[in-house]
């Protein structure tokens, strides 16, 4: 492979990807395999985060000329079949969830630093909002999710298809659930603008 083919590789759209060879969708894969890992840590931890990500991209291959070409991004389309594969591993999740809110502080022999009280503050924010997340029904978790994922209310509804006034519904009923958590946490650290 030439410089001149890499390059022109680079510039393809993910439609044009998607449309083209096995070696073609390996590109997609190198494109947006770190967001799906991201994605998959969050909602189901490291130990089934790689399952999730080759799970995703192998049904994204088996089912790639579903992809609508008119899309710009191939992203929405890969969360939507990730979001898919987590409910699979749903179990796994919500022990992922259930472990996190059940971490302890870290960090006990520093009892007077600094560090120390920024690791238990860490620690309790995430045990708190692991424990609510693992309450929190799979619809309004999957919307959260793939909102912290960067994706427009737009492209959640593509990704779920569902409308965006549900989108948005969902969202809000979930950032309801988590406020009480947070506002009940020394200094979390959290904007309030990135819950409200």
Same mark, same amino acid.
């Given at each position: 492979m030439n410089l001149h083919s890499v390059t022109s590789a680079a510039d393809r759209s993910d439609a044009d990807l998607m449309a083209g060879s096995m070696v073609d969708f390996g590109?997609? +894969? !190198?494109? *947006?395999?770190?967001a799906i890992y991201r994605y998959g840590l969050r909602r189901v931890g490291p130990d089934v985060v790689d399952d999730v990500v080759a799970d995703t991209f192998l049904i994204a291959y088996e089912r790639r000329e579903q992809f609508d070409p008119a899309r710009m991004t191939a992203?929405?389309?890969l969360y939507g079949i990730?979001?898919?594969?987590? *409910?699979?591993h749903r179990f796994?999740?919500?022990? *992922? *969830?259930?472990?996190?809110?059940?971490?302890?502080? &870290?960090?006990?022999?520093l009892a007077f630093s600094d560090q120390l &009280?920024?690791?238990? !503050?860490? &620690?309790?924010?995430?045990?708190?909002? $692991?424990?609510?997340?693992a309450r929190m029904p799979a619809r309004q978790r999957d919307v959260l999710f793939l909102f912290a994922a960067g994706l $427009? +209310?737009? !492209?959640i509804a593509a990704t779920l298809g569902i409308p965006i006034g549900t989108v948005m519904s969902r969202l809000h009923? &979930?950032?309801a659930r988590l406020r009480p958590v947070l506002a009940a946490l020394p200094s979390s650290g959290v904007d309030d603008h990135e819950i409200h």
């Open positions: 590109l997609i +894969y !190198d494109r *947006h395999a770190r992203l929405p389309w990730a979001t898919n594969v987590v *409910h699979r796994a999740e919500r022990r *992922h *969830h259930r472990a996190m809110a059940r971490l302890p502080p &870290a960090g006990h022999e &009280a920024a690791r238990v !503050d860490a &620690a309790l924010l995430v045990g708190a909002l $692991s424990a609510e997340l $427009s +209310y737009a !492209d009923r &979930a950032r």
